[in-house]
């Protein structure tokens, strides 16, 4: 029980958080006067791809010092 409340929590959370940063922007359409509301919701389109790049990488040395074991 404990896990679905706080999975429900998160959820919230998250729709809280998408909601602040934009990426998720709900209107109403229609007023609450006898019928439901209507909403509309403007979600953000999320493109995800890999691509392979080079990079280079720096080369490290390391010297032990003179008098170690």
């Known amino acids: 029980m404990?896990?679905?409340?706080?999975l429900i929590g998160l959820a919230?959370?998250?729709l809280?958080?998408?909601?602040?940063?934009?990426?998720v922007s709900v209107?109403?359409?229609r007023p609450a006067v006898v019928q439901a509301p209507k909403f509309e919701a403007d979600?953000?389109?999320?493109r995800v791809g890999t691509e392979e790049k080079t990079v280079t990488v720096p080369t490290v040395d390391?010297?032990?010092p003179a008098n170690a074991n």
């Open 27 to 29: 209107d109403q359409t």
């Open 12 to 14: 919230v959370l998250a």
């Open 62 to 64: 390391v010297e032990k």
């Open 16 to 23: 809280a958080a998408a909601m602040a940063f934009g990426i």
């Open 43 to 46: 979600v953000a389109k999320v």
């Open 2 to 6: 404990r896990v679905l409340l706080v």
